[in-house]
């Protein structure tokens, strides 16, 4: 198990930028797929994004491709979600999620999640 906290949310106006980051306790991080989810009120949860544990394969879901970019710096135990172009629709707490397999997708595959924190776009 990984211990993950988020910090990097807040209010934005549509078309502004946020950078989320995601710290994780543990020499063993680089072990990890590591994701980000967000759930918006009174919708699922949703897969944003998720990288590998190298760093070298990324996936996102479709409504945020071109516009997000999930990194990781395994030598600060951190993975960041680069969110520009924000858009109302983009509203949601966002959570960061471990998974000790190369890469992962679906929320099942995770098994440690972050707290969670607030993106609000504004109209």
């Known amino acids: 198990q990984v211990q993950l906290v988020e910090s990097g949310g807040g209010l934005v106006q549509t078309g502004g930028s946020l950078r989320l980051s995601c710290a994780a306790s543990g020499r063993t991080f680089r072990r990890y797929a590591m994701g980000w989810f967000r759930q918006a009120p009174g919708k699922e949860r949703e897969f944003v994004a998720a990288i590998s544990w190298s760093g070298g394969s990324a996936y996102y879901t479709d409504s945020v491709k071109g516009r997000f970019t999930i990194s990781r710096d395994n030598a600060k135990n951190t993975v960041y979600l680069q969110m520009n172009s924000l858009k109302p629709d983009d509203t949601a707490v966002y959570y960061c999620?471990?998974?000790?397999?190369?890469?992962?997708?679906?929320?099942?595959?995770?098994?440690?999640w972050g707290q969670g924190t607030q993106v609000t776009v504004s109209s």
């Open positions: 999620a471990a998974a000790s397999t190369v890469i992962a997708a679906t929320a099942a595959d995770f098994g440690s």
